[in-house]
């Protein structure tokens, strides 16, 4: 049991050290950068290489010293190996100024994409920086024109409104009349009925001259044609009687009839 306690607080111990994060990696450096220390590189070894080059010749000069002093064999063999050593070097040199050359190559290279990268950034920045201030813009146009639309809008809105504000009063006018005009034939009506229900008003409303020249039955107008006819007869039954004493005999047949 003990064993087994130990175990897991050794697990608990080791678990935190598991929980840690890892190093976030450094960002790679660019083209331009890595160009620039491999041309480094390469000249620190070229500058190494030209040293011992010239240390080389120098052992080269003294070893032709030694075998002109004195020729022997291994003044020789110095001389050869001193040469050899050279012309190791002088391979090697060369080597490197080939890989220096290329690397002064690239880094001009990536120097010159590094422009073209930089042209692109500076192009892309100014595009953001326009697109920016062209949204801005408009939303700042885009509030104007509303502005104005509203405007131009609510201007039509309020002559369409006051055309069918005035056609409704037109309408509710018309109403009126006709409801008046009706009302109006209504009354008239109503009073007419009244007027023929109520007999005492139909006597009120007749003369007090009329009632007093009623003593009995009113003489219509066509017998009172006879008495202006009869008012005439004695006139000519004088006429009659003016001729009968003039002409002596049988009456005529008018007079007789009168």
Known sequence: MAKAAKKTATRKAKSPSRAKSTPRRPAAPSPVIQAERKVERAEKQLEGVSRKLTAARDKVKQARARS???ATKASTAALVKARDNVKKLNTEAGQLRDELRKAK???RVQKT???????EQKASAKIEEVEKRLQEKAGSDLKTALQRFEQRWLKQRRVADNRKIRQEKKKAAEKVKAAERKAKKEARA???DATKKSPAKKTARKSPAKRAAKPGRPATKSKAAPARTAA??????TSAARKTTKRRGR????AQNA
């Open 190 to 192: 109503i009073e007419k």
């Open 68 to 70: 002109q002093q004195k």
């Open 113 to 119: 994409l590094a422009k073209v990268q930089d042209a």
């Open 251 to 254: 009456p005529p047949k008018k």
């Open 232 to 237: 005439k007869k004695p006139a000519s039954a």
């Open 105 to 107: 190559i690239e880094l």
